[in-house]
């Protein structure tokens, strides 16, 4: 797939989420799995031992769960801005399976695309864009652009034609001195 | 640090031109002070206005104001969701008449930039696929990597020393 079929978006949150207060976004879990098949072992594990203890420490959350005979294990995320995340976790072991929560706790539910920009702002300038004026002496505003003295070239240091032609002026003097 | 930095500030708050080199008048020590104490007053009075800030953050530098989300990528900050982190190293701040320039960093209690860890996310799918023809030899990986949002709160300047 080239770059321009893969969907793309820019940074986004939630109802401006942590401008004010940080809400979490993650409003209901629903983990569907097996009782009796293998690949929802590890899934059965981590709610014996697990789960409360997530869903102690994420009280904003909702738990809920459904035994589904012979059916891969899956957890179904929904969250604040309505979206649904279904994460298949069949044969996974319980770590994982927490790893994957975490994911699911800690995203915001907006659809994981490319960024366009790694940045998001609605005062973009403050001091103003820069144009080649900024910064100059307003004279330059009246000013004639035949003017020599505009197109004379601005430095700081002496060129090198200069620095020689000094040192012979500053040489002639002292023979002159001498020579006196 | 600030007097180092007086001609920046000069040429916005007095429109002295920074062009002509043997203009430019902010080598007065006076010119300077007036220029520091201008900008003590707008500090002091909160009439600064917006700031903005680049802080620098893991190797990258960002240029924020107040309200703006930044994407860390390739990596998850330890803080977690909803944590509200200070942003120590501030390399620059600025408003709309004059802007503060650190060496390389301002000091922790000139300024104080505040931000909220609002996601820890992954990035999407990025497929890696190599090929090399006439030897049988193709792979594929996909990759997610990990992403930070940060929200930017606040930004303060105190004082200038």
Redesign the interface.
């Known amino acids: 797939m080239s770059g321009r079929a893969i969907p793309s978006d820019f940074v986004k949150s939630v109802l401006q989420n942590g401008a004010g207060r940080y809400v979490c976004q993650l409003q209901r879990l629903t983990f569907k799995f097996c009782k009796s098949s293998g690949g929802s072992r590890g899934t059965r594990d981590y709610i014996e031992k697990h789960l409360i203890d997530f869903s102690r420490e994420n009280p904003g959350t909702a738990v809920y769960i459904q035994p589904r005979r012979h059916h891969t294990a899956r957890v179904v995320a929904e969250f604040l801005n309505g979206n649904t995340v279904v994460k298949n976790i069949n044969c996974l072991n319980p770590d994982d399976i927490m790893k994957w929560l975490e994911h699911l706790r800690t995203r915001s539910g907006i659809e994981i695309v490319r960024l366009r920009k790694s940045q998001h702002t609605d005062s973009p300038s403050i001091q103003g864009v820069w144009t080649p004026w900024t910064n100059k002496d307003s004279s330059m505003n009246i000013s004639d652009y035949t003017d020599k003295k505009l197109l004379e070239m601005k430095r700081d240091e002496l060129t090198a034609t200069e620095k020689l032609l000094e040192l012979a002026k500053n040489l002639r003097e002292k023979d002159m001195k001498k020579t006196t | 640090m600030f007097l180092k930095n007086c001609a920046n500030v000069a ?2 708050l007095m ?7 043997s ?1 430019i008048v902010p080598s007065s020590l006076q010119v300077r002070k007036n220029i520091q104490t201008e900008v003590e007053n707008q500090i002091s009075q909160g009439t600064a ?4 800030a680049v802080v620098h953050i893991k190797g990258s530098q ?1 240029k ?2 107040e ?5 860390l ?1 390739k990596y998850h900050l330890e803080a ?3 944590e509200k982190i200070r942003l120590n190293k501030i390399l620059l701040i ?3 008449d004059f ?1 503060l320039v650190g060496r390389p960093v301002l000091k922790e209690n000139m300024a104080k930039v505040e931000a ?9 799918e990025k ?1 890696f696929f190599n090929y090399i023809r006439r030897k049988s030899h193709n792979r594929m990986r996909i990759r ?1 990597e990990a992403m930070t ?1 940060l ?1 930017i ?1 606040s930004i303060e300047l105190n004082s200038l020393e």
């Open positions: 040429t916005r429109g002295i031109s920074r062009v002509h080199s203009a206005g917006r700031l903005f960002y924020v104001t309200g703006d989300i930044i994407v990528g977690d969701i909803g600025g408003s709309s802007s909220t860890v609002i996601e820890k996310t992954l990035g999407h497929i997610q949002h929200r709160n």
